[in-house]
Nanobody
Framework: QVQLVESGGGLVQAGGSLRLSCAAS????????MGWYRQAPGKQRELVAT???????NYADSVKDRFTISRDNAKNTVYLQMNSLKPEDTAVYYC?????????WGQGTQVTVSS
């Protein structure tokens, strides 16, 4: 069982920045593909960004050129740097870890962007 703990959410004005962190409780963190997803009220959970164990990244079109996912294997942590935030980025952001058929989720952190 892997525990994921997100942090860094909060309230920010449009155009501002936030950095989310997700710490994983596993000794083989470097083997996991990691991702960030988000869910806005009344909407389905959607992919924001992923990073493979090899460091390859993938982004939703809506966040390309604004968000950056990265990982620090020495700290068992994945980050999401969010710049130029928009009100439509308001959501609960969830961290995800995947290896083989195993999939783990964090509890989520709220991001609210005011206009």
């Amino acid at each position: 069982q892997v525990q994921l703990v997100e942090s860094g959410g909060g309230l920010v004005q449009a155009g501002g920045s936030l950095r989310l962190s997700c710490a994983a409780s596993t000794s083989i963190f470097r083997s996991y593909a990691m991702g960030w997803y988000r869910q806005a009220p009344g909407k389905q959970r959607e992919l924001v960004a992923t990073i493979s164990s090899a460091g390859r990244t993938n982004y939703a079109d809506s966040v390309k050129d604004r968000f950056t996912i990265s990982r620090d294997n020495a700290k068992n942590t994945v980050y999401l740097q969010m710049n130029s935030l928009k009100p439509e980025d308001t959501a609960v952001y969830y961290c995800n870890a995947a290896i083989g058929i195993m999939l783990y989720w964090g509890q989520g952190t709220q991001v609210t962007v005011s206009s």
